[in-house]
């Protein structure tokens, strides 16, 4: 969206600098068109002012979908504790695969399911890893098939208590290797 804006900003300008010069093109292309309504807006040379008013309607959409994304929070509705993406990875990941990988976060044991598997373009097996650091609650979710109708997905895991700081552990550590596990009391 931030290039979308960049290129209607440029466009504007090139739009403004060059008014002229597009007026002149507007009028002489409708004057050499070969039908007649192209031919009446002769007079008119919209070019110019028709980039001028689709580059800013197009971008005052790109800054609405830019500031409404940045500023969407989500908090968890029983506390108000902002709920942040801490990770979202794409696997190539079979369905067993999948499925083991899944236990292995429901476990909560970081030695079941860190390493990660390889994260690939476009993998049939996503995860999304959700924290509300402040409630020390991990949300996972995970989902798998790369066709809109075929897709799956699991049942949402919540981690928390020494789930949770095992799982923020090896998430600082980019999900590469366990960070270590705390002795349970």
Known sequence: MTGALLLCGAAVVFAVVNFAGLMEYSKESAEEASRPRYQAMRGLGILPIAIIILAVTFGVFAVGAITGSWSRAWVREQTGTPVRK????????????????????????????????????????????????????????MTWGSRRKTTRNAPLIMLSGCAFDDLDRALRAGLTAPAGRRPRS
């Open 86 to 141: 801490r990770f979202e990875g794409y696997h190539a990941l079979s369905t067993d695969a999948f499925e083991r990988l899944h236990a292995a976060f429901a476990s909560g044991d970081p030695n079941r399911y860190v390493p990660l598997p390889e994260q690939t373009r476009g993998g049939d097996g996503v995860v999304f890893i959700w924290t509300a650091d402040a409630d020390q609650l991990a949300f996972v979710g």
